[in-house]
């Protein structure tokens, strides 16, 4: 399996972390969703892609968004042609 199947399974998993509804678990759920980020993608889109983290799953109720599926998709497939600068995790 390539690399950037593994992501988006990755992607997968880590958005339907982000829908556990326990009491307070997205104070610490929005920072490491946006450290995680950070890590997967190094590009200016992964710095961007980890503050919108953060906000979506610090907001009450906003965590319905795949924001790491999202990423995957901007990423592999809407731009393709700078994949190539996208440092491995």
């Known amino acids: 399996m390539s690399t950037k199947y593994k992501k988006l399974i990755l992607s997968l998993i880590l958005d339907a972390i ?13 920072p490491a969703s946006a450290y995680i980020m950070t890590k997967m993608y190094k590009s200016k889109e992964g710095k961007i892609a980890g503050i919108l983290s953060f906000v979506e799953e610090i907001i009450p109720f906003s965590d319905i968004v795949p924001t790491f599926t999202i990423m995957w998709v901007y990423s592999y497939i809407i731009n393709k042609e700078k994949v190539d600068t996208i440092v491995e995790a």
Do not use: E, T
């Not at 982000?18 to 929005?30: H, K, R, S, Y």
């Open 18 to 30: 982000g829908l556990i509804p326990i009491p307070f678990f997205d104070v610490v759920w929005a």
